[in-house]
């Protein structure tokens, strides 16, 4: 055996600045708490705050007989697991998607390694977006099919793309997310869904950050721009603005049948638990209350550009997925810390994560937050960072 490569590679990693390790956190609504001191949790997923809103659970629990509810399905959904909530939860996407199935996962990751792996073959060609997330990256790695990648964002390089190659290939599949969790900006989908039919492919969209968070309905981008009949696949997750746990596809009857028979990482998993299904389904149909919470993510958050542009900050985006980038890996380093210190918890998001001299820190906006507490945040950013 030789164990010397791995602590070799680790001081690789150390030396690059990109060590990482296993915080000790409590968590207290949109604060948390790590070494002693209380911060204002700016590196949560939990974007509409639901995940401490204890009149909302409340409400859950009075209508649900919460008693009755296991924690385990005790089994993959093809052999015993698979129990009443999922199959209420997958109709109510269906209706609310307006489209003929529905497909619930464990994960975003179990959605994002099993979807493309099991629909695509040597004979077909996926054409992803640069800038798409690494459960994506996997799941392309594991599928037979070719892959080539666009230029993040870039219409004109996708369409060139098409027309060398579509030919080539019995299906083409367009993956993108709608919008991108480290510059926050957001696709444009309609643009998508022409070239998608111009040139006969499938279009996979990843929702994970824009489920309940844009939309009137919260139903994400695809709602938002008005598109969601042409969209073939709809991935989104529901460990973020949803403050549960689970992923989901909507697409028709035809690929649902299929992913039940073929997608290993839906086959060969215990299924979810009947008390997150149940929680998960009365989220979302509580989803259309929230609007009020999704108009102030975008206000805080364009607020929050324009501070950062103010003090002479490049940053992206458009959503409440806000980058500050700061250059090298140290420099993002030193600049977590400095905000950490000074009651604000982000984290650095370095090199290879991001481009080289694109390390940055993410800003996660939460709706829960106070006014007067982004007020402390954007005075530290104006007067307290020189």
Known sequence: MNIERY?????????????????????????????????LNLSSNDYLGLSANRRFKEEFFLEFDVKSLNFSAVSSRLLSGNHEYYLMLENDLRELYGKEAALVFNSGYHANIGILPALTSKKDLIIADKSVHASIIDGIRLSEAEFARYRHADMEHLRSILQEKREQYENVFIVTESIFSMDGDVADLLELCDLKK???AFLYVDEAHAVGVRGTNGLGCCEEQACMEDIDFIVGTFGKA?????????????FREYLVNTQRSL????ALPPMNVAWTR???????????????????????????????????????IVPMICGENETAVEMAELLC????????????????????????LNAAIPDEDYDCLFEFLEKGIE
């Open 341 to 364: 210190d000074n009651g604000f918890f982000v984290l650095p998001v370095r090199y290879p994560t991001v481009p080289k001299n694109q390390a940055r820190i993410r800003f996660s």
């Open 267 to 270: 086959i060969f998993s215990t």
């Open 282 to 320: 009365y989220v979302l149909n509580r989803m259309p209350e929230f609007y009020e919470l999704r108009e102030k993510l975008l206000t805080v958050s364009e607020r929050l550009r324009q501070t950062l542009r103010e003090k002479n900050f490049e940053t992206t985006g458009s959503s409440h």
């Open 7 to 39: 602590a070799n590679k680790l001081n690789t990693i150390r030396e690059a600045g990109n060590y990482r390790h296993l915080r000790e956190v409590q968590h207290n609504g949109f604060l948390i708490h790590e070494g002693g001191n209380e911060l």
């Open 198 to 200: 111009e040139f006969d």
């Open 242 to 254: 949803f403050a549960s746990v689970g992923a989901f596809v909507v697409c028709n009857d035809l």
